[in-house]
């Protein structure tokens, strides 16, 4: 089993904001690059943000600007800062180890739990 547990989600109004972390083991950690990923209901899976080993970022455009991608290394674990958040923001919050080998980014292992986040207006 590849370990990548996700928390910090919780509910809160437009405007507010939440921390999200990922923890993850350290030969994912130090080894592959990690992302951030989201599920609204009756809408797929989309990929939210990634950071790379040499902490190298890139986010989605309806996320751009808000959201923060970090990682720390003493605790081998990925956080995802989230300010200004909208209704638009809701759905299920999960971390996976990501590759762009094929020239676009996929994940890696299986998908946890993840954590739920929901934005009221």
């Known amino acids: 089993q590849v370990q990548l547990v996700e928390s910090g989600g919780g509910s809160v109004q437009a405007g507010g904001s939440l921390r999200l972390s990922c923890a993850t083991s350290?030969?994912?950690?130090?080894?592959?690059?990690l992302a951030w990923y989201r599920q609204a209901p009756g809408k797929q899976r989309e990929l939210v943000a990634t950071?790379?080993?040499?902490?190298?970022?890139n986010y989605a455009n309806s996320v751009k600007g808000r959201f923060t991608i970090s990682r720390d290394k003493s605790k081998s674990t990925a956080y995802l800062r989230m300010n200004n958040l909208t209704p638009e923001d809701t759905g299920v919050y999960y971390c996976?180890?990501?590759?762009?080998?094929?020239?676009?980014?996929?994940?890696?292992?299986?998908w946890g739990q993840g954590t739920q986040v929901t934005v009221s207006s």
């Open positions: 996976n180890g990501v590759t762009f080998r094929s020239g676009r980014p996929a994940s890696l292992f299986s």
């Open positions: 350290t030969s994912i950690f130090r080894g592959t690059s």
């Open positions: 950071i790379t080993i040499s902490d190298s970022t």
